[in-house]
């Protein structure tokens, strides 16, 4: 019995042994290089097979499942089965190609290039003032409406309106209204917070931080008056000075002021501020540019020098020099003015930049009396020659001294104290007209 049973496993593991072996044998490739089993080896392995066979007869043996072959290198490779073709048929907005165009969703979608109905169309208006677009992260429209916006009533096209306003979607045509407001003069164009400020005594720029008296060169303080003012000239002109002013005097009579600088003259009208003509400083003053740079001028009455008609003093850095004004100046330039010869000292200060002549002194901005100075004279000071430094500003008496006799500190000098008034320092010259004070000065 026990006999039976080793010979029945015996048998069982065979069959393990010969279904592994032949699944190797079917799927394992020979190698070309490995020799051939000898019938002797075959014999080895058959020979305990048929033994056990032999011994376990009620043993069956069920052969191993054939496995299909592998193909192997170089065999060829059936192809895949062709595409089924593509039936045409009408487009949908499905994300396919159903009319087999290879173009998917043309001529379906809608102009927001999506699937489906819109309601309105892109740009068609909505609300007070806006649009409908396209929503951007989902499906359909949106109303883009900013609602009214103010806008300026601009009557001179200069882009800035005034003060009147009105609600609009837009910017309006008839009347014109524009979004920026600010227009201080909406009578004339050439006003607005666009403009340069000029010298017109007009605020071009609507800014009232920017007035004429902050970059008018020539300002005026009227006769009694209690501040200073611009006096308007067009700075453009082809006679207007164009390197700094070095002096100035005038001619009451004709109303009219000349403004010198080191080589040229230039002659202003005094009744409207336009600028008339212009030349050659020797043409006017002969002899002056040998002197030196000119300090001052101003006039003196010619009973005060010992000449015919109004006297013109020019003081230089080398001399003083007299020149006649006669009433040819009307006609000038054909007409010269006449050199005269006198030299007085008493009249030259080295340290002056500015000078006018006050033939009254009505406004008594000195007290020194040519009484108390020099013991001549009456006891108030009337014709007087002023003369400004960087320092000061001094009183030469034309009438009784022929000599300075006061010096008053700028911050102690009246006129310079008044609003509106030009710095000390920047003043470069001066003419005193029908009780009205000009100062020509360099803008800040």
Request: glycine share 6%; with cysteine.
């Amino acid at each position: 019995m026990a006999e039976a049973r080793r010979a029945l496993h015996l048998g069982a593991l065979l069959c393990v042994v010969c279904w592994v072996v032949a699944c190797a044998s079917d799927r394992l490739e020979p190698s070309n290089d490995a020799p051939p089993p000898s019938d002797e080896a075959d014999a080895a392995v058959d020979a305990p097979d048929i033994q056990e066979d032999a011994q376990s007869p009620d043993v069956a043996v069920e052969d191993a499942e054939p496995q299909a072959d592998l193909p192997e290198e170089g065999d060829a490779v059936e192809d895949e089965p062709p595409p089924e073709p593509c039936e045409p048929a009408e487009e949908l907005c499905d994300g396919l190609d159903n009319d087999c165009d290879e173009s998917i969703d043309e001529g379906v979608l809608n102009a927001c290039g999506q699937c489906g109905l819109l309601g309105s169309m892109p740009g068609e208006p909505c609300g007070q003032c806006g649009v409908w677009v396209c929503v951007t992260d989902g499906f359909g429209l949106e109303c883009d409406d900013p609602g009214l916006t103010t806008f300026f009533l601009d009557a001179d096209g200069d882009g800035f309106g005034s003060e009147m306003t009105v609600e609009a979607c837009e910017p309006g045509v008839d009347p014109v209204t524009v979004a920026q407001g600010g227009d201080c003069d909406d009578t004339n164009a050439l006003v607005s917070p666009a403009a340069m400020e000029v010298c017109d005594e007009i605020d071009n720029d609507c800014n009232p931080d920017t007035t004429d008296l902050a970059i008018c060169p020539l300002l005026r303080l009227p006769q009694d008056g209690e501040q200073w003012e611009v006096f308007a000239t067009d700075l453009d002109s082809e006679d207007a000075p164009a390197t700094p002013v070095r002096a100035a005097f005038v001619n009451t009579d004709r109303n009219r002021a000349w403004f010198l600088t080191d080589t040229t003259w230039h002659r202003l009208s005094l009744a409207n501020g336009n600028w008339q003509d212009n030349g050659d400083l020797d043409q006017l003053l002969e002899g002056s540019t040998d002197a030196g740079a000119i300090l001052y001028a101003h006039e003196v009455p010619s009973s005060r020098v010992l000449m015919q008609g109004n006297t013109l003093v020019v003081a230089t850095e080398q001399d003083i020099l007299f020149y006649e004004i006669t009433e040819q100046l009307s006609n000038f330039p054909e007409a010269e003015l006449n050199l005269w010869t006198m030299l007085d000292e008493s009249m030259r200060l080295e340290q002056g930049k500015a000078a006018w002549f006050d033939p009254d002194h009505e406004q008594r901005w000195f007290e020194q009396t040519p009484q108390q100075a020099c013991r001549l004279g009456a006891g108030r000071l009337d014709e007087v020659v002023v003369v400004v430094t960087d320092e000061s500003c001094h009183a030469w008496d034309a009438e009784s001294c022929r000599d300075f006799i006061e010096e008053r500190p700028h911050d102690n000098f009246e006129p310079f104290g008044l609003p509106g008034a030009p710095l000390p320092e920047h003043v470069q010259a001066a003419i005193f007209h029908n009780g009205a004070l000009f100062v020509w000065r360099t803008v800040p």
